[in-house]
């Protein structure tokens, strides 16, 4: 038999988060079709990997990033609110379609060598940009184009009407919907509540059951969020967008961190998804009531929320967000379990899986499931010897820890080094193109 990829003498993680020894893998045409106990001598691979001193894992998933903002690197930290009318809006209204081209390759590149295989994109303006850059990486993703019609902070490219950013969505699902092979899917994008009229939001909902498409909104990610939906809607954003028909199974809600038990309740009734940011959230918004939204039975995920503010390493997301709950919710009650090593690395792994829509076929090392996995190097002094392997990958692995790539059934990086595309000039282009959008934006 010839096969993709086959990887030897590998641990695996299983779906119930132990770890199995000694494995052979069998990979061919984008599926994990075979693990072995005892190695099939008789396999043959047009790529094999030897796996000893490796952990095969799902690949990680980001279930809420901007790769538009790739490029504001380093500009938002330690500045005071509004960061997002004063540096974020400016930034973006100026990008071309080649600005984030280049700003979605390199949130790819540092996505892959974090161990990253998808990812969800709550938008920007020009998404076939970011639908190229996709595809040529290699990479899964869920892109929605930002749809925004209101507020006085709201400039140039990124104000329309809202039959115009009605009309770019579909017209952006119809040309990449299921493309790529099928790792590129369209989602309808809301990007927050304070910049959508009602006649949006409500369009929103109208396309999105037409389409049959997920939608990826921004959720109670401030008070001043909450604030505009009491004065002027005379509910709290969950609430409202449930109203609208804007809530559903099908709906990412980004960040959700100042969520009432009632907001909880509404998101669990319609089987939302949530994904948390924490790096980008602890230090703005506060902590999310993550232990309550778990016992109501919701997905949750984890984001990065792109790089203006932080990394794409979702391994530091998983990290910071159990610490974080623990010290919150946990150490007022003396409950050190209140959020696990597990279920933070489960987040990362199936929340994200759930997230973008693949809960069926993502997110499980198994036969019959879709290829994209990661190979983690813990022959290291910082991952073993262990004494509870899964506990230590979770509390101590890095986004650097991730050897080898696999999306789709394609190795995407080996040995470190990504195959889909030179890091040298993207990371050169990347420079030049923020030099530029800085003269345009900010002088």
């Avoid at 809006?89 to 081209?101: G, K």
């Avoid at 921004?218 to 409202?240: M, T, W």
């Amino acid at each position: 038999m010839m096969c993709d990829i086959l990887i030897e003498h590998v641990s695996i993680l299983l779906e119930d988060l132990t770890i199995k020894e000694d494995q052979q893998v069998i990979i061919d045409k984008g599926l994990i079709v075979a693990i072995n106990d005892t190695p099939d001598d008789t396999i043959q691979a047009k790529e094999k990997l030897d796996g000893s001193g490796k952990l095969l894992m799902p690949g990680l998933i980001d279930g809420h990033t901007h790769t538009c903002q790739q490029l504001l690197r380093g500009r938002t930290a330690d500045e005071y609110p509004m960061v997002w009318t004063r540096f974020l809006v400016p930034f973006e209204s100026n990008l071309t379609p080649e600005d984030s081209y280049i700003s979605a390759k390199l949130a790819c590149l540092e996505m892959i060598k974090n161990g990253t295989t998808g990812f969800a994109d709550a938008g920007g303006v020009h998404m076939e940009s970011v639908a190229k850059a996709v595809a040529e990486a290699g990479m899964r993703a869920l892109l929605a184009r930002s749809t925004m019609d209101s507020g006085a902070a709201i400039t140039g490219a990124m104000k329309e009407s809202a039959k115009e950013s009605l009309q770019r969505s579909e017209a952006l699902y119809q040309k990449y919907n299921n493309t790529s092979e099928g790792r590129i899917q369209i989602a309808i994008g809301m990007r927050q509540v304070m910049t959508c009229s009602p006649e949006l939001l409500e369009g929103i909902a109208t396309l999105a059951k037409k389409l049959e498409a997920p939608i990826h909104i921004h959720l109670c990610e401030h008070k001043d969020e909450v604030s505009f939906c009491l004065q002027n809607y005379q509910k709290r954003p969950a609430q409202y967008l449930a109203d609208m028909g804007i809530i559903t199974e099908k709906t990412i809600c980004a960040h959700s961190v100042l969520l009432s038990e009632e907001d909880i309740a509404i998101l669990a009734n319609k089987q939302a998804k949530i994904i948390h940011c924490p790096r980008a959230n602890l230090s703005n918004h506060g902590f999310p009531k993550t232990p309550l939204i778990l016992q109501q039975g919701l997905s949750v995920g984890l984001g990065c929320d792109g790089a203006a503010s932080s990394s794409l390493d979702l391994w530091e997301e998983m990290k910071i967000l159990r610490y974080g709950i623990i010290a919150y919710w946990g150490l007022p009650t003396f409950n050190p379990k209140v959020l696990t090593c597990e279920a933070s690395l489960d987040m990362a792994i199936r929340g994200g899986a759930c997230a973008i829509g693949h809960s069926h076929d993502l997110g499980v090392i198994a036969k019959g499931k879709k290829a994209d996995v990661i190979l983690v190097n813990i022959d290291q002094p910082h991952l073993t010897p262990s004494q509870n392997l899964v506990k230590t990958i979770a509390a101590c692995a890095k986004g650097s820890d991730v050897n080898d790539s696999i999306i789709n059934g394609k190795l995407v990086m080996k040995d470190r080094r990504v195959l889909t595309m030179d890091e040298a000039e993207v990371r050169h282009q990347a420079e030049i193109h923020m030099n530029q959008i800085i003269k345009r934006a900010y002088n």
